[in-house]
Nanobody, 126 residues
Framework: QVQLVESGGGLVQAGGSLRLSCAAS????????VGWFRQAPGKEREFVAR????????TLSDSVQGRFTISRDNAKNMVYLQMNSLKPEDTAVYYC???????????????????WGQGTQVTVSS
């Protein structure tokens, strides 16, 4: 079993930055692919970014490409989502999620992730 805890959300003005953190515990973190997803009120949960277990492959959604980056520190069991040039449409609850990644193709689909954090609210004011 894996426990994931997000932190770093908050209120920021458009154009500002936030860094979200995802702390993992409970099993071998370096085996896990980790994704960030977000869900705005009245909308479906959507893929934001993912980083494979080795850290060697990163994918970002088109909507955040060039503004967000994802990274991980396997020694600290941490994954980070650096969000720059934030826009009001980035307002959502952000979730980190994990799934065993060794020997598997990476996934953009939330229903293919096994472990989820409780979410952290990001609000971008205009």
């Amino acid at each position: 079993q894996v426990q994931l805890v997000e932190s770093g959300g908050g209120l920021v003005q458009a154009g500002g930055s936030l860094r979200l953190s995802c702390a993992a515990s409970g099993r071998t973190f370096s085996d896990l692919d980790v994704g960030w997803f977000r869900q705005a009120p009245g909308k479906e949960r959507e893929f934001v970014a993912r980083i494979m277990y080795s850290g060697g492959r990163i994918t970002l959604s088109d909507s955040v490409q060039g503004r967000f980056t994802i990274s991980r520190d396997n020694a600290k069991n941490m994954v980070y989502l650096q969000m720059n040039s934030l826009k009001p449409e980035d307002t959502a609850v952000y979730y980190c999620a994990g799934r065993p990644g060794v020997g598997r193709i990476g996934s953009f689909y939330s229903n293919e992730y096994d472990y989820w954090g409780q979410g952290t609210q990001v609000t971008v004011s205009s």
